[in-house]
């Protein structure tokens, strides 16, 4: 995202902020103050190699709150795995006004998703995607303002991009590494063997250097990796990095 020019919006607005629902509920309140903003969702993960393995919606971390009714139109769940924007995230664009999906070649089921979710008002707001971890791993917001006027909403968005791109901004920052602590704790050997490994020793390196044996390197290493929901070392250590869970 480019916030060259933003206007400072209350300076930092989450500054003190450490708990996951404080940091939330400030953004919430903030964009619906500001800008009408009915409906928020966060989402982001590691990789997009895991994404494509797994679905949009299990391989992310993500918060809403999307009104309920809207929720349970979708007949197994909320998912992001046919969701246009999430599709749009992934291939690369920054941002995007939702009005914009009736230029674009949809295939049948988004084309159904999105005339279901005009249906309940929610064809109208914007989604950002944004990098980070060296840009290995991605996520987005998307941020809707229910049963509004799409020319209304676009003329929004012209006056206010900057400002609304730069709270995004500041929101991420603060709210993704705290989303990824209460959700991974290492334990400090834990953190070390992950650590090491990252820095190409094998096990057996690591086992002579912390003076313990192979088994207790391999069997922290097993903690860890299913800690963090990995399906090999190699994605462990991965995903340590880009989380900044290890140095």
């Not at 509920?25 to 966060?42: N, P």
């Not at 809207?70 to 995230?89: K, Q, R, T």
């Not at 730069?166 to 929101?171: E, G, I, R, S, V």
């Not at 991420?172 to 090491?196: G, W």
Request: one cysteine or more.
């Amino acid at each position: 995202m480019n916030y060259q020019g933003a206007r400072t919006i209350l300076s930092n607005p989450f500054e003190g902020l450490t708990r996951e629902d404080e940091v939330w509920d400030r953004l919430v309140a903030i964009v619906g103050e500001r800008w009408g903003i009915t409906s928020v969702l966060f989402a982001f993960t590691h990789s997009r190699f895991t994404t494509s393995r797994v679905g949009v919606t299990s391989s992310l971390f993500f918060r809403q709150n999307l009104p309920a009714d809207f929720v349970a139109s979708y007949p197994n769940g909320l998912s992001l795995d046919d969701d246009i924007a999430s599709e749009l995230i992934l291939s690369g664009e920054d941002e995007f006004l939702w009005s914009s999906f009736e230029t674009r070649d949809l295939r049948p089921v988004q084309r159904a998703r999105y005339e279901t979710d005009k249906a309940f008002g929610m064809g109208v707001g914007v989604s950002f995607g944004f990098r980070f971890g060296g840009h290995s791993g991605f996520g987005g917001m998307c941020w809707g303002k229910r049963h509004a006027d799409a020319h209304a909403f676009k003329a929004l968005w012209q006056a206010q991009r900057l400002d609304m791109l730069a709270l995004a901004h500041q929101f991420e920052a603060i709210m993704r590494p705290i989303m990824v602590r209460n959700r991974f704790s290492l334990t400090p050997r834990e953190t070390d063997v992950m650590s090491f490994s990252a820095g190409g020793m094998t096990q057996k390196q690591i086992a002579e250097h912390l003076k313990l044996s192979p088994k207790t390197i391999a069997n922290t290493l097993e903690r860890a990796r299913k800690k963090l929901d990995a399906v090999s070392t190699m994605e462990a250590v991965a995903k340590a990095l880009i989380y900044e869970l290890i140095g």
